[in-house]
């Protein structure tokens, strides 16, 4: 089963608005970490959060986490064309598999 | 190197034909996984290695999928006998430890006709 849910599967803001994008996951994580893909590209780690951190701060990032709501939020601020992109949050189990799981990606449209 | 270097950058097979896919990791991570991305959506994982080991290979499709990380070499992820569903980009990534930030490469887009 997936792992990581993310909410919005898509989301079209115009350009200065800030975009907030969730993840719901299912087992507990020793961290969660925000990826950003570009069309047809690689991956772009965005930031890793770890399970006793609430909140994190990155430029115009905003990250959140509820360990008892098994979510995360990503919150990017004054929002601008160059960040549409795919987004993905992936989460290393404490238990089981020690690999990235990834869920489905949000994809966000900034309209100039 | 700085970056997770993939090769080639794209690769078509007819059915049936084997692929070859390489990776060589940022020096000094110790570990190499490999995800198979289908029509942008979701990231599978197949395998994952701690220096020249397997750690996880929880997502491999054993039958076909093989994978090595062998020292001094690119790591590499062959399938044998490819089939249409194999079409997929296939990423790479390393990391130091398995609960840090991963890098991930440009990824090699696998057609299979």
């Known amino acids: 089963s997936q792992q990581g849910e993310e909410d919005p599967q898509a989301l079209s803001i115009q350009e200065g608005e800030n975009a907030t994008m969730n993840c719901s996951y299912k087992?507990?994580?020793?961290?969660l970490q925000w990826y950003r893909q570009n069309s047809g590209r690689g991956l772009v780690h965005l930031i890793l959060i770890r399970s006793n951190e609430r909140e994190k701060h990155s430029g115009r990032l905003r990250v959140t986490l509820d360990t008892s709501k098994k979510s995360s939020s990503l919150l990017i601020t004054a929002s601008r064309a160059a960040d549409t992109a795919s987004y993905f949050c992936?989460?290393?189990?404490?238990?089981?598999?020690?690999?990235?799981?990834f869920g489905q990606g949000t994809r966000l449209t900034i309209n100039p | 190197g700085e970056e997770v270097a993939q090769t080639p950058k794209h690769l078509v097979r007819g059915e049936g034909q084997k692929a070859k896919l390489y990776c060589a990791p940022i020096?000094?991570?110790?570990?190499v996984f490999w995800y198979q991305q289908v029509l942008k959506n979701e990231f599978k994982f197949l395998i994952s290695?701690?220096?020249?080991?397997?750690?996880?290979e929880t997502g491999m499709p054993k039958e076909r999928f093989s994978a090595k990380c062998l020292p001094n070499s690119p790591c590499s992820l062959e399938i044998q006998a490819t089939k249409l569903e194999d079409s997929a980009v296939y990423f790479c990534?390393?990391?130091?430890?398995?609960?840090?930030?991963?890098?991930f490469g440009q990824g090699t887009r696998l057609t299979v006709v």
């Open positions: 087992t507990s994580i020793n961290n």
């Open positions: 290695f701690q220096n020249e080991n397997v750690f996880d």
């Open positions: 020096k000094g991570h110790s570990y």
């Open positions: 992936a989460t290393v189990p404490i238990q089981g598999a020690q690999k990235l799981v």
């Open positions: 990534a390393s990391s130091m430890t398995v609960n840090t930030e991963a890098f």
